[in-house]
């Protein structure tokens, strides 16, 4: 452990790095510390700093710099008590105080709003509802042999899929077979739907239809999109503001990653932290090394009976952890709320 004198030095130059971005030197930072200490006195706790890997030097002339240890010390043991402002959750407040019509809308709103806040990138994953059920099921006819399926859960999500009828394809048939899916499906979790997408309804299908594929493709295709964890990204140009290298390859990567919800399913979930708000620091947030000089604070946010939503910030080790922290702490209990209100509107209306 430091010193009392250690762990305020630390903190400040943690605050002042995460501030300005300049390596922060003795003389500035003695006239900076809330007690009387000589610049010679702080020179000698930065090099004990240095030492036991809290700090680091740029080059042999700079001031130091925290390191990632640092950091980690920094958000397990020094975090500032003074985080948002009202005028923050004011904000917060009034954003998510507009009128939605959709639970989607409210989600990716909120990844916007939390990008605005903090000039990061971020993340927010709608609440995981493992017993949202199929509310029915319908084929739309546009004209030209063109059609779209719509698909309603009883959470009020609506998916649909447009699709192109072969030639020749009975109509009559899939009327039948569509209302031999409402018949067999509807009232049953969504889980429990694609499960038996490869049991006994092919079977079924194949009563009324000599080829069932394509049918089959297209309702498992519409089942999958309302069944599937559903990611919002708000500020995705931000990685390129606080990418310290711009290393073409790296940021490459980390664009990738914000296409593909698998992997950035496994990403949040194995860095959130029960109840509370997590921390992870380059390393620890995966072993891909594109996310070394790159921070994640990741938090649930709970809609009672109504399931459990993620939401994350994605900046530079370099961000001002107090901040990021109380924003995402006030966000996610206001983003609860407005949800809740949401359901209970949907449910009873």
């Known amino acids: 452990m430091l010193t009392q004198r250690q762990n305020k030095i630390l903190q400040a130059i943690v605050r002042q790095y995460t501030s300005t971005g300049q390596p922060v030197g003795s003389k500035h930072l003695a006239e900076e510390l809330p007690?009387?200490?000589?610049?010679?006195?702080?020179?000698?706790?930065?090099?004990?700093?240095?030492?036991?890997?809290?700090?680091?030097?740029?080059?042999?002339?700079?001031?130091?710099?925290?390191?990632?240890?640092g950091y980690r010390y920094y958000v397990d043991h020094l975090l500032d008590s003074e985080a948002i402002t009202n005028n923050d959750l004011v904000?917060?407040?009034n954003s998510?105080?507009?009128?939605?019509?959709k639970i989607d809308e409210i989600i990716s709103h909120s990844a916007d709003i939390l990008s605005d806040l903090t000039s990061y990138t971020t993340f927010t994953l709608k609440p995981e509802q493992a017993d949202v059920r199929l509310s029915g099921f319908r084929v739309v006819p546009l004209g030209n042999r063109k059609v779209?399926?719509?698909?309603?859960?009883?959470?009020?999500?609506?998916?649909?899929?447009?699709?192109?009828?072969?030639?020749n394809y009975d109509t009559d048939a899939l009327q039948a077979v569509i209302r031999m899916i409402n018949d067999q499906l509807v009232g049953q979790p969504l889980a429990d739907v694609m499960k038996r997408l490869n049991d006994d309804i092919p079977l079924r299908v194949m009563h009324y239809m000599q080829s069932a594929d394509g049918f089959l493709d297209l309702f498992d295709?519409?089942?999958?999109?309302?069944?599937?964890?559903?990611?919002?990204?708000?500020?995705?140009?931000?990685?390129?503001?606080?990418?310290?290298k711009h290393d073409a390859v790296d940021l490459q990567t980390l664009y990738?990653?914000?296409?593909?919800?698998?992997?950035?399913?496994?990403?949040?979930?194995?860095?959130?932290?029960?109840?509370?708000?997590?921390?992870k620091i380059g390393s620890e947030i995966s072993k891909d090394k594109a996310l070394d000089n790159y921070s994640l604070i990741t938090a649930t946010y709970d809609v009672d009976q109504y399931g459990k939503?993620?939401?994350?910030?994605?900046?530079?080790?370099?961000?001002?952890?107090?901040?990021?922290?109380?924003?995402?702490?006030?966000?996610?209990q206001e983003l609860a709320k407005r949800l809740l209100d949401f359901y209970r509107h949907y449910y009873d209306s």
């Open 256 to 279: 990738s990653l914000l296409d593909h919800n698998d992997q950035l399913s496994h990403l949040l979930d194995s860095n959130v932290s029960g109840d509370k708000v997590s921390v």
């Open 148 to 167: 779209i399926a719509i698909l309603v859960t009883d959470s009020g999500d609506v998916e649909s899929q447009a699709f192109t009828l072969p030639r």
């Open 91 to 93: 904000v917060i407040q």
């Open 96 to 101: 998510l105080g507009t009128s939605f019509q």
């Open 221 to 244: 295709s519409v089942v999958s999109r309302a069944a599937r964890e559903q990611f919002f990204v708000g500020g995705r140009l931000n990685l390129l503001d606080f990418s310290e």
């Open 35 to 69: 007690f009387k200490v000589s610049p010679a006195t702080v020179r000698n706790e930065m090099s004990i700093l240095e030492d036991k890997g809290f700090v680091a030097k740029e080059h042999s002339s700079s001031g130091r710099v925290p390191s990632k240890k």
């Open 309 to 332: 939503g993620i939401i994350a910030v994605l900046g530079p080790t370099r961000m001002s952890y107090s901040r990021t922290i109380g924003l995402v702490n006030a966000f996610r």
